[in-house]
């Protein structure tokens, strides 16, 4: 299988963490993970290699220079990195057909097959909305113009990349964030929702993208199926959204002591 | 190492998430699990040592029958079970010279050798008491006039077995029982306390019996050194006190994750 990550050195921690998890709930299966970046040291990378390798895993490295993004708009505050998800089928392998995109501050708890073998049909990327009304409200508004429904997460992203190689014409995201650069939020989440959302098969968030945050409000809406069991049995893809995460000190939620757990497993 | 279970039927679910933490963070060692009861059926016993096999270790079966406890005085809502980790030197094999009991609703969350290899002098007993100034104090009215300074919890006891043989008396722990039916809450730690508190090594609770439903009150009290890095990485036991307990519906607590975690582990 297929996984994509796209990073800096400050989140190699975080990223032995998720894989760790991916690799311990996902034992019967090997995984090439390629990781897409543009300033990660070469002795850096050598010990992630090493790391992959150990449970049986591949590393594929895509280095991202210097004669790159030319003509991509940077915004305040965000890097050329931004369009690394969005544009990642122009980088990869020609062969591959599919990769699935998961963000570092994620634990994988279950079974990523099932996801894996999705069907695409004619979408270019799965990925799964966050529900909670109040972030859908604000989300609607900001993008206005652009008519969205929903506003897909971009932190788990199955990718379809033959049709993407076909369809995705980074002229047009270019255009999009010059238009929209005083708009945009989360550059590139908003870029996928403001351009894709009609391309994305939606995933349910309770099994590909839980909100770590939020586990009150998911008990509640699902009338108490969504509890603990359930998602240590259920869910795939914990993420730990928001400014707040767990490798962080004086951090505090639900799945604290989990994290801390896979935490040790991949650091000591 | 030896190991020291009491319990019935009801408890082996939480035995077998309590032993799969125990295994799985002790992976170098070898136990042996001495599970001392009266009524658990014979098909059970077999899955259960089937299990510890799995894991390396063994079981070894001490029943209790009728025969015993003739003299024991019973109490409302408790069985002669309570007398059985009072007592346990009496029923072990003579050659044993000491045990680590644990209760079930626990997890074991690092190396327990340390603890095994303790001096442990002239003390019949090493244990840790709970902090809490509420818990102490109100242990202490009640146990008033058998004038002690803290009450140690019974969850975690490293058992000095050569010398409980010498010196623990079943008449006057019958006694005691006798003339304080009314008083005694949770009998056998009461006995514990009451009887033997002068002949307890204390251990540090935070490493050896942490209370899981006080984690704030932990980190406050240590200036913050507590914190859940600390915990993950230091702390050997972690007891889930109280009524409420993890495996139940509507548990709520800070290590719910990760017991639910283990739990799968052990489950499936």
């Known amino acids: ?44 990378i050598q010990r992630i290699d090493q790391f992959i390798n150990e449970h049986g895993s591949q590393l594929v490295e895509v280095h991202v220079d210097d004669t790159h993004f030319n003509e991509a708009p940077v915004l305040l505050h965000y890097t050329k990195e931004m369009y690394y998800r969005l544009l990642a089928c122009k980088f990869l392998p020609p062969r591959l057909d599919r990769i699935l995109y998961l963000d570092p501050d994620i634990l994988v708890i279950n079974s990523v097959r099932q996801l894996y073998q999705l069907d695409m049909e004619e979408y270019l990327f799965a990925a799964a909305y966050h529900d909670k009304i109040s972030v859908k409200e604000i989300n609607k508004l900001r993008l206005t113009p652009y008519e969205i429904d929903v506003y897909y997460n971009s932190g788990v992203l199955l990718m379809n990349l033959e049709l993407q190689r ?41 099994i590909y993208n839980y909100d770590a945050r939020f586990y009150n409000y998911y008990k509640l809406k699902s009338s108490g199926k969504c509890d603990m069991d359930f998602i240590i049995h259920n869910t795939v893809f914990l993420h730990f959204c928001g400014k707040k995460k767990p490798w962080q000190k004086n951090y505090s939620g639900k799945f604290h002591s989990l994290y801390k757990h896979y935490e040790k497993l991949a650091l000591g």
């Open 1 to 44: 299988m297929n996984i994509l990550v796209t990073l800096n050195s400050n989140y190699l921690k975080p990223l032995k963490v998720m894989l760790t998890s991916l690799f311990l709930n996902n034992d019967d299966e090997s995984f090439t993970i390629y990781l897409m970046h543009s300033s990660i040291k070469q002795e850096e």
């Open 166 to 206: 076909q369809t995705i014409d980074e002229k047009i995201i270019y255009e999009f964030v010059e238009k929209n650069r005083a708009r945009l939020i989360m550059p590139d989440q908003d870029i996928l929702n403001a351009l894709y959302a009609k391309k994305i098969k939606a995933l349910d968030e309770t």
